[in-house]
């Protein structure tokens, strides 16, 4: 399931397109370097970022959940599994366009680190901070909107780190070059 970063089908409207008019790879469609890149293609990267997020997240939780391991333990798993998610999904896209695994695995790695980083920090410390949420069981109203709640709030605050990081190059720029 990747997800193009960086949508280049208006932008490409011949068949030899003229990579010297621009000063960088991130340069397409409006996205240049040094903050020129739009709200559309950060909250895109986003939420990139999020749905893997969320797949290993809410696994995560199911299966500390089902295993009746405590919260600790529970949120270690679904953290490291929103990882696991959020960086197949840029793994995946560039092997797909070719890359070999090392390269690949560098590139999702500068790709998504801080992107997952700020979206799990934000959305778990909602958690942790929602009353009952952390005891809530998953048939529990107040685990579900603990969390959807801190994933709306991730999204919210990671949208702009994403667009700083694309504007000056860093983050899912690097994944440009590959779609």
């Known amino acids: 399931m990747g997800m ?8 490409h409207t011949s068949t030899a397109h003229d990579h010297s008019a621009h000063p960088t790879r991130a ?9 020129g890149v739009t709200w559309g293609a ?28 405590g919260n600790v333990q529970t949120m270690i798993l679904a953290i490291t599994l929103a990882f696991v998610f959020g960086y197949s999904f840029t ?22 680190t801080v992107s997952i980083a700020v979206m799990e920090l934000v959305d778990n410390g909602i958690i942790a901070l929602t009353p009952g949420a952390m005891d809530a069981h998953l048939s529990d109203a107040l685990f579900w909107t603990a969390l959807l709640g801190g994933f709306a709030v991730a999204f919210v605050i990671t949208t ?11 983050g899912y720029a690097v994944v440009h070059a590959y779609h």
């Open 27 to 35: 340069g397409h469609a409006g996205h240049q370097m040094g903050g």
């Open 42 to 69: 950060a909250a895109k990267a986003t939420l990139h970022c999020l749905t893997g997020c969320a797949i290993g997240e809410i696994l995560g939780m199911v299966i500390g959940t089902a295993l009746m391991w």
């Open 160 to 170: 702009p780190v994403n667009k700083w990081m694309i504007g000056r190059g860093m």
């Open 91 to 112: 793994l995946f896209a560039v092997r797909k366009a070719g890359l070999d695994w090392k390269s690949a695995v560098k590139v999702a790695l500068a790709a998504d």
């Open 4 to 11: 193009t970063v960086m949508d280049h089908s208006a932008h």
